[in-house]
C-alpha cells in the first residue's frame, strides 16, 4: 500500500536549478531516514543526499555546496534542491525512505525521475 512519488524532474541547462519532491502514502507509517540516490548508464549508483528524523544530513562530495535535502514531516515528503547544475548530474534520481509500521521497519523506493542536464 505505501508508495513514494518523486517529481520535479527535467530538462535544464547547465546552471540551472531543479526541486525534486518525493511524498510518501499509504497506510500507517513513521518515517526515519529519507535519501535521494542517482545512477546514469555507465555509472555505479550513488548516494547523493540523506536526511534523518532529527534533521541531519549528509551529501556525497560532488554535490556538496550545490545540492540540498530537507524533509517536511506533516507533508511526509522529502525535497532535493538542485542548483548549479552541471551535465555530470544527468540521471535517474530515486528517492528512498526507510519506513517503521508495527510489524517491522522497512525501506521503500520510488520510480525515478529523469534529470538531464544539457550543455
Known amino acids: 500500500q505505501v508508495q513514494l512519488v518523486e517529481s520535479g524532474g527535467g530538462l535544464v541547462q547547465a546552471g540551472g536549478s531543479l526541486r525534486l519532491s518525493c511524498v510518501a502514502s499509504?497506510?500507517?507509517?513513521?518515517?526515519?531516514?529519507m535519501r535521494w540516490y542517482r545512477q546514469a548508464p555507465g555509472k555505479q549508483r550513488e548516494l547523493v543526499a540523506s536526511?534523518?528524523?532529527?534533521?541531519?544530513?549528509n551529501y556525497a562530495d560532488s554535490v556538496k555546496g550545490r545540492f540540498t535535502i530537507s524533509r517536511d514531516n506533516a507533508k511526509s515528503t522529502s525535497y532535493l534542491q538542485m542548483n548549479s547544475l552541471k551535465p555530470e548530474d544527468t540521471a535517474v534520481y530515486l528517492c528512498?525512505?526507510?519506513?517503521?509500521?508495527?510489524?517491522?521497519?522497512?525501506?521503500?523506493w520510488g520510480q525515478g525521475t529523469q534529470v538531464t542536464v544539457s550543455s
Open positions: 536526511i534523518s528524523s532529527s534533521g541531519s544530513t
Open positions: 499509504g497506510r500507517t507509517f513513521n518515517i526515519d531516514v
Open positions: 528512498n525512505a526507510d519506513l517503521s509500521y508495527s510489524g517491522g521497519s522497512f525501506r521503500h
